[in-house]
């Protein structure tokens, strides 16, 4: 299996633009997250999903921010309008539905920088 | 106060060293506990689980103090490879699949 994918690896945009960042999980994995990291506040959860409907959105910032998960194998994060302070990596991890000690696989992130 | 806490170091040590790395979470229900690793503009990846009677893998153990809510990761024999951020990720409500990471220890293995 090729772990979960994400794209762009990288995004540089003007402040005020649409940003879509992609992921892929991996297969058969029930459960897919969003995270965001930054110096200042470390790895932080946004959203996740659960058989692609979204669970818990409580760690989305504010509404500029949606998430859409249409089938098993594809998920998007919006961002609208973006501001400097989006900017951060933002990481995808999936993971099985199995235990509680199942392991969360990451993506590679996507490096994104609002301008 | 953070529902995860770590030392963030960095720690500087020599190939060779024994380090220990702590951790506190506060939401006492907390069920499930791990490390995950994490190098230089890589993703997370998970070091190994944490169970209450303390695990080890290679050079590495992990012990969990349930009563103290406390987690710690003791790395022996250090190698250059090391070099990472670890980060200490406990899961706060046990049944759902939220995990809750900790801002990380960076260790720098010098040689």
């Known amino acids: 299996d090729a772990g979960v994918i994400q794209s762009p690896r990288h995004e540089v945009t003007e402040m005020g633009q649409e940003v879509t960042l992609r992921c892929k999980p991996i297969s058969g994995h029930d459960y897919l997250f969003w995270y965001r990291q930054t110096m200042m506040r470390g790895l932080e959860l946004l959203i996740y999903f659960n058989n692609n409907v979204p669970i818990d959105d409580s760690g989305m910032p504010e509404d500029r921010f949606s998430a859409k998960m249409p089938n098993a194998s594809f998920s998007t994060l919006k961002i609208q309008p973006s501001e400097p302070r989006d900017s951060a990596v933002y990481f995808c991890?999936?993971?099985?539905?199995?235990?509680?000690?199942?392991?969360?696989?990451f993506g590679q992130g996507t490096r994104l920088t609002v301008v | 106060r953070k529902e995860v806490e770590q030392d963030p170091g960095p720690f500087n040590v020599p190939e060779g060293a024994t380090v220990a790395f702590n951790c506190t979470y506060s939401n006492s229900a907390s069920q499930s506990f791990f490390w995950y690793r994490q190098d230089c503009r890589k993703e997370p990846k998970l070091l190994m689980s944490v169970y209450s009677s303390g695990n080890e893998d290679g050079r590495f153990t992990a012990q969990l103090n349930r009563a103290s809510q406390y987690i710690s990761l003791l790395i022996r024999d250090s190698k250059l490879s090391d070099s990472a951020t670890y980060l200490c990720?406990?899961?706060?409500?046990?049944?759902?699949?939220?995990?809750?990471f900790g801002s990380g220890t960076q260790l720098t293995v010098l040689p």
């Open positions: 990720v406990v899961n706060p409500e046990g049944s759902a699949r939220q995990l809750t």
């Open positions: 991890a999936s993971s099985r539905p199995e235990s509680m000690n199942t392991e969360a696989f």
